[in-house]
């Protein structure tokens, strides 16, 4: 058995869910997905609910206590992933009959192997069916839509120490590529901070501010469908649009992708040695400025 031990947002769940499916494919094991730290005071991130029921993910299987308590009581192997580094290669004992994977595994290496199987797992069982949706989605598919994803608010509380908002200067970077490379490059902007973004962003560009108004409690899955949906990327310094520019399908795709991930990475002297590393996380055909 694979016991894969979730936190964090939808993306970071697809980067714990990733890996523990590849080695679970890999060793021809059954996988455990261990999602009680969501709703315990164990876990002092941001909030956040179990997402990954909105895939086509066979077989999905979730922890209870009762499985936990009788999981801890048997002979487990764990292998950790503090996060922030390059990737590391993961050896397992070849006598060991469970496995509990816990961190952040944030590098397609850890899962490459298993990407048409992701591919297909991360399709999404329903699609949104409003009009509103369904009419976005025509305009994303239809013009040379760019995903621009900004992403505020939990960066300027305590999470900002590690992640931190990447700046304008960035975006007017990213734009300035796409424009070079893309004949009338159409530019949508999904955010947690839209109110901030319509006030701030003045990028030379016509820009259309993605603002659904819709059932809070799925906005989340209606804001990632849509991304997901678009030909090309500038994205957050972060793992929600990491996924969706991974998961984007149009061949020709573009996908830019900050060169400081991490706030120490951005604010590190040349002649500084940098604890905190993005150099496996972004994908070698992504543009990093």
């Not at 952040?104 to 409003?130: C, G, M, N, V």
């Not at 501010?209 to 989340?220: G, I, P, Q, R, Y």
């Not at 604890?275 to 972004?282: A, G, M, Q, T």
Request: glycine fraction near 6%.
């Amino acid at each position: 058995m694979i016991i894969v031990e979730l936190f964090g947002g939808l993306g970071n769940q697809m980067f714990q869910y990733a890996f523990g499916r590849h080695l679970a494919a890999k060793r021809g094991d059954c996988l455990l997905l261990d999602s009680l730290i969501l709703h315990s005071k164990r876990y002092s991130g941001t909030p956040r609910s179990f997402g990954l029921d909105i895939f086509n993910i066979r077989g999905l299987r979730l922890s209870t206590e009762a499985i936990v308590e009788k999981v801890q009581n048997s002979a487990v192997y764990t292998i950790f992933d503090i996060g922030f580094q390059p990737f590391h290669a993961v050896t397992v004992p070849p006598d060991i009959s469970n496995i509990a994977t816990v961190g952040w595994w944030q590098s397609e290496k850890y899962f490459q192997d298993s990407s048409d199987i992701l591919r297909t797992e991360f399709t999404f069982k329903a699609p949104p069916s409003h009009t509103l949706l369904r009419q976005y989605v025509e305009r994303l598919q239809q013009n040379e839509s760019v995903c621009v994803h900004i992403r505020r608010t939990d960066y300027l509380g305590s999470v900002g120490e590690r992640m931190g908002f990447v700046g304008l200067a960035y975006y007017e970077k990213a734009i300035s590529t796409i424009s070079s490379s893309v004949s009338n490059p159409q530019f949508f902007v999904f955010s947690d901070d839209i109110a901030w973004c319509k006030a701030n962003l003045h990028l030379g560009v016509p820009l259309t501010f993605l603002e659904l108004n819709m059932d809070d409690a799925h906005s989340t899955f209606h804001d990632f469908y849509l991304m997901s949906q678009c030909k090309h990327y500038i994205i957050a310094n972060s793992s929600f649009s990491w996924w969706a520019s991974w998961l984007g399908t149009f061949p020709r795709k573009i996908v830019i992708a900050p060169a400081g991930w991490y706030a120490g990475e951005r604010s590190m002297r040349k002649d500084e040695t940098n604890v905190w590393s993005s150099k496996d996380l972004i994908p070698r055909d992504w543009i990093r400025i």
